[in-house]
């Protein structure tokens, strides 16, 4: 069964930036497109950036796109979230996910907040 940790989380301050990951074990996180959700304090948790399996195609909700970049590195079997001009907005609990037909994992999240 496939174990998500996040790590990276912290404060910053507006403009700032943060590089967040998703460490995986207990198998390879290569065959799961593997998505970044996050939720904000009294509001639903949404998707805003994914990166697909095997293709590597990326995807980005308006809300974060020309700010944050998703990448993998499959050799340690991570994937990152690069998050750059951070905003007062962006202050949530950051999931990631990875999933494959059948299979749906989630990481307990890191905190980010965006504060001066």
């Known amino acids: 069964q496939l174990q998500l940790v996040e790590s990276g989380g912290g404060l910053v301050q507006p403009g700032g930036s943060l590089r967040i990951s998703c460490a995986a074990s207990g198998g390879n996180l290569g065959y799961y497109t593997v998505g970044w959700f996050r939720q904000a304090p009294g509001k639903e948790r949404e998707g805003i950036s994914c990166?697909?399996?095997?293709?590597?195609?990326?995807y980005y909700t308006d809300l974060v796109k020309g700010r944050f970049t998703i990448s993998r590195d499959n050799a340690k079997n991570t994937v990152y979230l690069q998050m750059n001009s951070l905003k007062l907005e962006d202050t949530a609990v950051y999931y990631c996910?990875?999933?494959?037909?059948?299979?749906?994992?989630w990481g307990q999240g890191t905190q980010v907040t965006v504060s001066s």
């Open positions: 996910n990875a999933h494959r037909p059948g299979y749906e994992y």
């Open positions: 990166i697909v399996f095997n293709v590597g195609a990326t």
